[in-house]
């Protein structure tokens, strides 16, 4: 989306980032003074900048917009201090550990309820349960918090080495030091596999899980490192003050860590520590200006609305776009405005590129048994067997409403049937939920593309080809995705099956319907499914692509058991081997084209107005 | 607490409502402070709010319909900051009273606790909006198409009415409510730059209880919220609050899209 994940290629891991982070810590106490700050604000910009690292990583990165960060900050904070001034342990690094990992357990807690709702209602429930810990706080656990008086008296550390508080920036080598570790892991977290699970999430999240990851525990897992960020950044800020006040819990300290993260940047792990800088820095500044001290906060709201409103990616993308306008011509990757002619000449297939992952043995792969779907009264499928033999290609057709996406939908379990059982491979699999199907090996292409727009058409195929190479789940947070041989082959392979080589660092958004389609079946396909299920692969496109397509897909089908529900008669006739013919959700014929072409019952389904041959 | 059954019934809660709420507040202590008429300063806070909101609407929000909702919770945030620190610049931030109106002002002896008559008008107030809300949203034709273009945009659209008019009518009544809440809550509570962030809270757990986009869900969820309150108040006071949560969770665990909502909707 910005700076940071643009610069992640196959090419290698770029250091700069990391020697860059490096150089600015060291330089950062130096430089400060000259900005109206102390060291003082130097510590507080790092630490709320290593709370921002966490929340760039639930929000930036994965899309979700928590305003409860508070909780793990608070609780983070207060664990830290209460160890230290009970005192539990005289052990600064000890109480800061339990203070995190205790800060994470909650952001289970937190997480696994909240993450039960999306969008405003996320947002709306991590808000409450930020709020009652601030409740919790000042009521309940008053007796070990202080209550609303806080806690004081936290014993300032001592760690040896000139660490600690034996000189003013001992402090702050001990915060920088930290700061430089969560960001070093939060850099490799997003260039692992996992990071690039996150980021397909924040783009379509429905469609990360049609391939085969399980969204849930991903949102899970990061929700649980942003707390853990949190409640470090807690317990530092009450070794750093020598108090750990109640504001910690208060929802202004979630609300600044949004405004913070959105006006420096979300998405560019930098960004909340320029916001932090900008916060505190204004509100010090401004501060010494009469007249204009009582409304810095004011100032803030202004610049965070405009700023949402005009430019999203706030003040590092601001950077990043004005850097590449100096450099370049042509805006960076991401953006839409880049729109090069697309290439609809599909170049002559080379040698065939899916591998087969078994024999063509004939068995049946796939199979339903009286399956029906009924909505109040009506059935939209009503009673259907149907089976799938291994290599086979089968077209389901039917006039409008027969029941085909319906039905469809059931094979690739989007929605549950009301009755009847579906098989794979002589296992049921009727309730298992589409990543479960996903990882068995039926994938399924949207009839409307659902493809990652804002990532570029490596990085889309990457997705799939993680959950092929991973599993469902896979916290690989180290490890380079794109250093990874087993996804870049897969990658390769689905990129030249749907012809897409050439574009593959093109971003999604900007490539041509057709090719857009393309990618949409070349991500069902990097799953490396045993069954491909094809929703209207040709919806909306004009006559040449669509011939194109038939061609690919023919390619594709090659050694490949696919179901395909198309509207176009010419595209079914040519690539099914067999079809399935529906009318008001029951099955009224099964065979060859050229038994259903002839099949009386069929030309009756569609009333004569057409004959079966011609598009429907 | 029956205030935030209003936000809910009307399903349009946004992150600007605990502003637009003490906004509401301020215009009805200001006009009090002129006119002395509380009925005055309900009518100068509903108005005036009202007026706000349709501003916010047309300059801001409108450019929000096509973007994610992440989009739209950022600016609506944003603007609640705005708002409150414009409060806390023209009025400070001290605790200001507005007092209840005389013909309010007395103690009733409800016989199992003493109890403000001025609270009793409110549960009426309250009653009264609701049944006017219900009527408007499910009695007549805005009302079908504000429900209907809550539902789907794009489909009412198509059918050639103008949603974008009814986004602003649904945002205007929206904040008028907020506006109005904050005016005859005034008296119960201290009026502050800040009184809106428990309101606004409270509201989110209404609708989480109740489901959101439901009429009787709001109402339910907010008396099950209202009883919480007061019975866990009786019992330790110290946890009435974190109660309130707790019955949030525990309906997040048993019934994911609240007790009247619709599964599938988010």
Known sequence: MSAAPSRIGARGVAWWPVLGMAAFLAAFPYVIPYLGGS?????????????????????????????????????????????????????????????TVLAAAVGVFVGYLSLRRAGIYFAMLTLAFGEMFYFLDISPLAQWTGGENGLAGVPAPQFGFGFGATSPFGVYWFIAILFFFGFWFALRLIRSPFGAVLRAIRDN?????????DVPKYKLTVFVIAAAYGGLAGGLLGLLQGYMPPDAFYLETSGQLVVQTIIGGAGTLVGPLVGAAVWLDLYTVLQNIAGIGALWKMILGVIFVLLVTTFRRGLCGVVVLLWWRATTSSPPAGSEAEAPPPS????????????????????????????????????????????????????????????????????????????????????????????????????????????FRSLTVRENLRVPAIARTYGKFHPSMLKTVGHDAAVNVRIDEAA?????????????????YGEKRRLEVGLALATEPQVLLLDEPTAGMSPAERADTVRLLKRIGAGMTIVIVEHDMDVVFGLADRITVLFNGRKIAEGTPEAIQANPDVRAAYLGSQAAHEPA | MGLTVIFGALGVVNFAHGALYAVGAYAGFVTYEYTDSFVAAMAAGAIFVLIVGIVIERGLIRLYYQRPPEDQILVTFGIGIVLVEGLRAIFGGLNRNLPAPSWAASIVNLHVTLYPIYRIDVLVIVAVVL????????????????????EDQLMVNILGINVTRTFLTVFGLGAMAAGFAGVINAPIVTVSPDMGADVLVQSFVVIVIGGVGSFWGAVVGGLIAGEILSLAAMIDPAYSDVMLFAAMAVVLILRPQGLFGVQGRQ
């Open chain 1, 39 to 99: 060291l003082d604000t130097a510590n507080r910009i790092l630490d709320w900048g290593l709370f921002g690292l966490g929340f760039d990583l639930l929000f930036g990165f994965t899309g979700l917009l928590s305003f409860g960060q508070a909780a793990f900050f608070g609780v983070g904070g207060f664990v830290a201090s209460y160890l230290l001034v009970a005192p539990v342990t005289g052990n600064a690094l000890l109480a800061l550990l339990v203070g």
């Open chain 1, 344 to 451: 609809d000449l599909i170049p002559p297939p080379a040698e065939p590129v899916i591998r087969v992952s078994r024999p063509i043995t004939g068995s049946v792969v796939l199979a339903t048994r009286n399956l029906s779907k009924r909505y109040g009264g009506l059935a939209a499928v009503d009673d259907v067997s149907f089976e799938l033999r291994e290599g086979e290609v089968r077209a389901v057709i039917g006039p409008n409403g027969a029941g085909k996406s319906t039905f469809f939908n059931m094979l690739a379990s989007v929605i549950p049937p009301s009755a009847g059982t579906i098989e794979f491979k002589g296992a049921n699999i009727t309730d298992l939920g589409t990543i479960r199907v996903c990882q068995l090996g039926i994938a399924k292409s949207f009839q409307i593309n659902q493809i």
């Open chain 1, 496 to 512: 030249a099956a749907v012809q897409l080589t050439d574009r593959l660092d093109t971003p999604a958004a900007a490539l041509a």
């Open chain 2, 131 to 150: 049944a006017l809300l219900y009527v408007v949203l499910y009695r007549t034709r805005l009302g079908l198409i504000v429900r209907a273009g809550i």
């Open chain 1, 205 to 213: 999240g429905e469609r990360a899980a049609a391939v085969g990851h």
